[in-house]
């Protein structure tokens, strides 16, 4: 006797699915207005459209809901660096290119700071437990690495260069940046927020960062 085919499991699948991504979803505004401490999963299941159990079914607790939110976060940003193709760019446009994506990315994502700064809070207590995080960001370090061994071998970029320490950099001077706009503009009394100030916040970050790689500064 022929076995009929299970054309049950598909959709049951896709639903679930489905609902993960949605409860995400809500869980990365929820915890982007209101921290982790302050995020509520009362409010999630409103903003998912899921009862509050599905939640505790799929994600455990609020801890693993919050570090959920953050793996999938860094994926995103992992995902698109990966895809601008830097090994196929000459050393110095690929490496202007990182900084640039790097500052659009803070700027069109903003909820991408406001996890971090949360976390950060939290002395990284749910990104110390995740399995993923170390993994998602070794590409990145060897892109890096590759990167400025191609420009020393074509005597553009200084040896000595540790790829963690530059990356650390490029990303500090745009969340720096970013996240005490407010209080800068206060202080110096411009919109730091401008559209010119972007653009040349943008520029003096670059020329910073391909400075100081470079092994000859003035020559680019």
């Known amino acids: 006797m022929t076995q009929k085919p299970n054309t049950r499991q598909a959709p049951i699948s896709r639903d679930t699915d489905r609902s993960q991504a949605a409860i995400l979803r809500a869980a990365r505004d929820e915890f982007t207005e209101h921290g982790f401490a302050g995020g509520r999963v009362d409010r999630i299941a409103v903003r998912a459209g899921v009862n509050k159990r599905l939640i505790y079914y799929y994600f455990g607790n609020k801890d693993e809901l919050f570090l959920s939110v953050l ?47 949360s976390e950060n809070l939290s002395r990284a207590s749910h990104l110390k437990q995740s399995g993923k995080i170390r993994e998602m960001h070794s590409p990145l370090v060897q892109l890096l690495d590759r990167l400025l061994e191609r420009g020393q071998a074509q005597g553009l970029f200084r040896s000595g260069i540790d790829p963690v320490q530059l990356y650390i950099s490029i990303a500090s001077l745009g969340f720096f940046y970013l996240a005490n706009n407010y209080t800068l503009s206060v202080i110096f009394g411009r919109d730091l927020r401008a559209a010119d100030a972007l653009e040349e916040r943008l520029a003096h ?8 790689a470079s092994s000859r500064p003035d020559t680019l």
């Open 205 to 212: 970050m670059t020329d910073l960062v391909v400075g100081y």
């Open 71 to 117: 793996e999938h976060t860094y994926a995103d940003i992992r995902q698109a660096e990966q895809s601008l193709h830097l090994d196929a760019l000459e050393p110095v446009e690929a490496l202007r290119t990182l900084v640039s994506f790097t500052w659009h990315y803070f700027l069109d994502h903003p909820e991408f700071l406001s996890l971090l700064a």
